[in-house]
């Protein structure tokens, strides 16, 4: 059996290696254009590899994705069939008694009241004003972010007004730098 090691991958899956690759791969490195050049190819290749693996998986997903959904129709075709058949007896039973259920072993059927539906009209708030139930208005209180990152003034990390007081509350985190890669098409 191999020698194998697992090496964290930055996704935080374990990928298995060789002990071999893994020296192999902590000790190479790019040391001028060409190889730079090389890199830039091999992750273009690794994006087109990617592309492919994920269509092929779209695509089979896709097909269980159908088959799952004409079986679950199917399920549920039936299950409308028979709750209609227990609607249907439960309200013939209701006749003689208005409160009257089904109980088996495997289920309890009845009837219940939903609540009501209220609809709110955009007028509401002005009639609430005028019959003095304005208590019954809420108001919601937010931070304009976009607004107020214009108006102040960012130094060590915290907001100060233009007469530099601090604006408690807030905290800024230096985003700091990130490497791009765009593969060329």
Same mark, same amino acid.
């Given at each position: ?51 492919? =693996?994920? =269509? ?20 549920e ?30 289920? =309890? ?33 937010e ?26 509350g ?8 990130s ?7």
């Amino acid at each position: 059996m191999e020698d194998l090691e697992i090496y964290e991958a930055t996704s935080g899956d374990p990928t298995f290696y060789d002990r071999d690759e893994i020296a192999e791969r902590k000790a190479w490195s790019i040391t001028d254009d060409g190889g730079a050049v090389w890199a830039t190819r091999r992750l273009k290749e690794l994006e087109e590899e990617k592309r492919r =693996k994920e =269509k092929m998986a779209d695509e089979e997903i896709s097909r269980l994705e159908l088959w799952k959904d004409k079986e679950l129709k199917k399920i549920e075709n039936e299950k409308e069939f028979f709750t209609n058949h227990l609607s249907s007896y439960l309200m013939r039973l209701r006749e003689n008694n208005p409160k009257a259920k089904i109980e088996t072993p495997y289920a =309890k059927v009845s009837m219940r009241k939903n609540p009501d539906k209220w609809i709110y009209k955009d007028d509401v708030i002005n009639s609430l004003k005028r019959t003095d139930m304005s208590a019954f208005i809420r108001v919601k209180e937010e931070v304009d972010k976009v607004g107020l990152k214009k108006a102040v003034t960012v130094k060590d990390g915290k907001a100060y007004t233009a007469y530099g007081e601090e604006i408690e509350g807030v905290e800024i985190i230096d985003g700091g730098e990130s490497l791009s890669i765009k593969i060329e098409n």
